[in-house]
């Protein structure tokens, strides 16, 4: 009995103490997400970018990182990474340490498109992707050498269907945005057209400007300066509603040929598994500084408007690529260029 007494009387404080431990290790369990939240970013952060410098979505990166080291009082570094039409930068934020510190640029042909066009992809990316924000968006044009005699729509489809041999359209590569649109375009307006790839948008401004292609898709920042001076010929368009920086020109809507939608968006994006209030810090501090009327005027400059969207749209815009273009694709028997 004196035994039994003495054990019962020592363990009597332990079980108090057991919970208090517990409700202690409980309680930093929870806080432990907030704290990690409100020291982002605790070091350095890396923004890739999975395109050569002076891209634009390159561009779109440093002006983001530049104004959220001055916001943060932390360094953002813009580390190129290019390849696999973007695929090789976009596989380095996906396979990142999902702590907030590697950080992405990507634009529709590494999250949607290429996909559909290679054989095999390093990332899946409803699986290691999560979506932050559409930064930016940049609508495509249709542009012409000015020796084609249209000035619409209409009138370039009828010179088309007359003389498609005489007709051939630039693109910055198989599969990419520029050749999808055009593809779309050719088959609404029930023509076939020859395609030549090039390597980026420079090289098909300079082959339309040279009369070697007629006509193609392309950012709108690219072709702009030259339709100012009267080399190019600009008809329309290719985004859902005309363009606040280039109001005068129609819709390929407008001008009877529907759903044929190629903006040139620029999303931010973080490898699968950051935190969820992590993630929310980062686009609330994103968000912010694309209100700031600097960085608006500095995107202007590239015909780009900022859009700074939820996740929830951003997967939403992603779905739609998909939807829109991979029976593009599956009607072309596209791949991409290997």
Known sequence: MEIRARYAIARQPILPAILKAAVAIAAILFLCPAASAQNWPSRPVTIVSPFLAGSTPDAVARIIAERLQRKLGQTFVVENRTGASGNTGTAVVAKAAPDGHTLGVSIVGPLVINALLFPQMPYETSRDIAPIMILASQPSVLTLNPTVKADDVSALIAIMKKDADKIAYGSIGRGSLSHL????????AGVRLLHVPYAGS???VTALLRG?????VLPAGAVVPHAAEGKLKMLAVTSARRSPLLPLLPTLAESGIANVEADAWVGLIAPIGVPADTLVRIRENVAEIMREPELIEKLKLQFMTPVAGTADEFRAVLREEYA???????????KADQ
């Open 181 to 188: 649109a055009m593809e779309s375009f050719a088959a609404k």
């Open 202 to 204: 420079p090289a098909v």
């Open 212 to 216: 070697d292609v007629q006509v193609a």
């Open 324 to 334: 829109r273009w991979s029976p593009v694709i599956a009607a072309g028997a596209i």
